[in-house]
């Protein structure tokens, strides 16, 4: 990954030779952020006494020079460059965010000023095409061959709308039949621009959605839950949490049990064991089950009958729905073996 390193840097020094007064150098390296941080039009500006309109005219003006410059292969390192990350952008789907290519290229976590190097160079290059960031989308880079600035955009919408319109998160194969993508990873790689998806275990929803984007304990605790699609004991839910790709994962056992309690989308069902309340399952004792099977029943019901329903919806032991059956001020006897609601 060094060899990129260089490919990249000497690509950066070539482009910035072709800039002839040191001013405008300095005003492109500060506005890239390519000596450390990004800088505004208005500090630039404070620092060469210079008005904020003045430096961003003078930016505009280098940057089509410099894309003039590009055109006319007047920057021999610039190919080089571009080769790199076109490589790198094809196995990623042809876009990609510009953190996530950048890590790729250096093969480790990259600096700001690494990833605002590569963002330069894709600026004034006529083989790719950029997404400024802003509310909707994360800064990015695609193939120009495959589409330029907007048509990555309306990409990203047409995937935001087709998941607004579904109302429930989706995986790529579910998208791709909605689609026309050579790939499904083409379409991971453009949904990944917007700032209005979110991706949890291989599907894909609005970043609002806690099930794709859980942000505290008790939604982490409903996707744990809704992944199992069975009830789990709570320190079983901390444990898949804990081994989780949640980003804040270090959690208690206690912590867990605290906010099933809380939450009326959790119901116990059994000894620390719950259940989303979305599967069928109410609050309630066991007696309160027994008097809602019998509410429903048109008739008495047999032990065994009563025994069968509770098992459905509780997971306790048989002995502990006969000795709640046992409460003659709930339920009366009718035969032998038959029961009612007193």
């Known amino acids: 990954m060094e060899q990129n390193a260089e490919i990249l840097k000497n690509a950066i020094s070539g482009s910035l030779n072709i800039i002839e007064q040191d001013r405008e150098k300095e005003i492109i390296s500060r506005r890239f952020g390519l000596n450390g941080r990004k800088e505004t039009l208005e500090q630039i500006g404070e620092m060469l006494s210079i008005t904020r309109e003045r430096v961003r005219q003078l930016e505009k003006a280098i940057l089509i020079r410099l894309q003039i410059s590009a055109e006319e292969n007047q920057i021999p390192e610039l190919a080089p460059a571009e080769k790199l990350l076109i490589r790198n952008l094809t196995e990623m789907g042809r876009v990609a965010k510009l953190s996530d290519l950048a890590d790729k290229v250096y093969g480790r976590v990259t ?4 990833k605002t190097g590569i963002y330069f160079i894709a600026t004034f290059s006529k083989s790719l095409a950029i997404v400024e960031e802003n509310d909707k989308y994360n800064s990015a880079i695609g193939i120009s061959e495959y589409g330029d600035s907007k048509k990555i955009r309306e990409r990203v919408d047409e995937i935001v709308k087709i998941i607004k319109e579904n109302k429930q998160p989706m995986t ?3 998208l791709d039949e909605r689609l026309n993508y050579e790939h499904p990873d083409h379409i991971k790689a453009v949904a990944s621009i917007s700032k209005l998806l979110a991706t949890l275990n291989g599907v894909w929803g609005l970043s609002k959605w806690p099930s794709v984007n859980p942000k505290n304990i008790r939604d982490k605790i409903y996707v744990i839950l809704e992944a199992k699609k069975e009830p789990m004991h709570f320190s079983d839910i901390a444990r898949e949490i804990r081994e989780s790709n949640f980003k804040r994962k270090n959690v208690t056992v206690q912590a867990i049990h605290n906010e099933l309690i809380k939450d009326s989308r959790f119901v116990l069902i059994g000894r620390g064991i719950y259940a989303l309340s979305s599967w069928g399952y109410k609050k309630g004792t066991i007696s309160d089950i027994i008097v ?22 509780r997971k306790v032991k048989e002995t502990t729905i006969l000795l709640n059956l046992q409460n003659k001020k709930l339920f009366k006897k009718v035969d032998k073996n038959l029961y009612t609601l007193a």
Not at 297 to 313: D, G
């Open 172 to 174: 790529l194969d579910e």
């Open 111 to 114: 600096t700001e000023s690494e």
């Open 292 to 313: 809602r099977v019998l509410e429903q029943s048109e008739k008495p019901l047999t032990r065994e009958e009563i025994v069968k329903h509770v098992l459905h919806v």
